[in-house]
């Protein structure tokens, strides 16, 4: 009986835990898939490499570049404020958001089934999603708010 007791205290103490580690990898996911389009590959060298693909969609060239930077800097914000745990789940939404335009903006330059760089950190999202908010203990936003 005792070790029962002992294992469920342990297992309310780690739920932070997991709140906090799902988030940090999200996070970090999301920062360095932006940070290497903006820093080191280039805004300008992305948009030219997925132009062509757009337009043979019917896509306008003007719109798949904004949404080139429009994701960019989400990513990179939102990965900095989730790693932080700052506006956790607005920024869940705005993400989730993207992730979707991203499923279908893909899914016309490529089968959906190849979707190797953004199922992981949709998944991820999906768990933060499930997880309960109270876990999101070791924020800012719990400091904050």
């Given at each position: ?52 693909d ?19 800097y ?46 992981p ?11 309960p908010?109270?876990?999101?203990y ?7 708010f």
């Amino acid at each position: 009986m005792m070790i029962l007791i002992l294992t469920q205290k342990l297992m309310n103490i780690s739920d932070p835990f997991v709140y906090l580690l799902v988030r940090v990898v999200l996070g970090t996911l999301f920062f360095f898939q932006a940070y290497d389009k903006i820093f080191r590959i280039k805004l300008k060298e992305v948009c030219l490499a997925v132009d062509n693909d757009f337009r043979k969609h019917g896509i306008p060239n003007w719109l798949s570049n904004l949404y080139v930077y429009m994701s960019s800097y989400i990513e990179l914000i939102g990965g900095i404020l989730l790693v932080l745990g700052l506006f956790t789940l607005p920024v869940l939404y705005l993400l989730g958001i993207h992730l979707v335009i991203l499923f279908i903006s893909f899914s016309l330059l490529q089968g959906i089934w190849d979707m190797r760089h953004v199922f992981p950190r949709f998944i991820l999202l999906l768990i933060l999603f499930l997880l309960p908010c109270c876990w999101n203990y070791f924020s800012l936003d719990f400091l904050l708010f």
